[in-house]
């Protein structure tokens, strides 16, 4: 775990795979809010994401770390992949709790359309006593704040929004163009588009027989 600066961010997800959007949400974050350090914690089961073309979780961890590497506020955490079963956030911000201690506040980095379903959430009631919550802009999502707080009481008060520039890039589409042997540079940092291309992620045994076809022309 890390030392116990005063403020903390939170960047949960399956990161299958990590890309630049998720790179400059969490630069905005910590620019921002004056987070001393964000944590990027790779789920090990998602409870809301079944995709039939993954990468396993210690492979998610990996182009996580490398992803981060070239910044020193941003540190990749191994915390959901150690734990068995589904990854919940609650049981996620416990453990930091505990560990850090109450004199570190945490602020949890959400997209908007994970807040509009933050009420589905396990023990999503006290979520915000727990952190509170930056929610970036993602296309087609404008949570409704006086409707959740209906059913999440205090959450309107610690939910802070980011201006972080809106990058229209999603991991399902990155998977779907390796498997279509289109180019994922910039989208990805290059150290995870080398990662992906090495070790073969997200070919199905067709793909991988078709990009091998392809090679064995030039």
């Excluded at 944590?39 to 182009?63: G, N």
């Excluded at 949890?108 to 919550?133: K, V, Y």
Aim: proline letters at 7%; a negative charge; hydrophobic letters at 45%.
């Amino acid at each position: 775990m890390p030392d116990c600066p005063r403020r903390i961010g939170v960047f949960g997800g399956t990161f299958d795979p990590i890309h630049s959007g998720h790179l400059c949400v969490a630069e905005e974050a910590r620019d921002s809010l004056g987070l001393a350090q964000v944590l990027f914690i790779p789920a090990r089961v998602s409870p809301f994401k079944l995709v039939q073309v993954s990468a396993t979780a210690e492979d998610r961890l990996a182009m996580v770390q490398l992803a981060v590497a070239d910044n020193p506020a941003f540190r990749a955490l191994r915390l959901e992949i150690d734990r068995p079963g589904p990854s919940f956030t609650v049981d996620t911000l416990r453990a930091l709790r505990v560990e850090l201690g109450e004199d570190c506040e945490l602020v949890l980095i959400l997209g908007g359309d994970a807040l509009a379903s933050l009420a589905s959430w396990r023990e999503a009631r006290i979520l915000p006593s727990l952190a509170r919550i930056a929610v970036y802009p993602r296309p087609g999502a404008a949570p409704d704040l006086a409707r959740l707080e209906q059913d999440l009481p205090g959450l309107r008060a610690a939910v802070v929004e980011l201006d972080a520039v809106q990058m229209d890039i999603s991991a399902s589409e990155i998977r779907q163009r390796v498997q279509d042997g289109r180019s994922i540079r910039y989208l990805v940092p290059a150290p995870v588009e080398t990662f992906i291309r090495e070790h073969h992620l997200y070919l199905t045994e067709r793909d991988g027989a078709r990009q091998l076809r392809r090679c064995s022309c030039l």
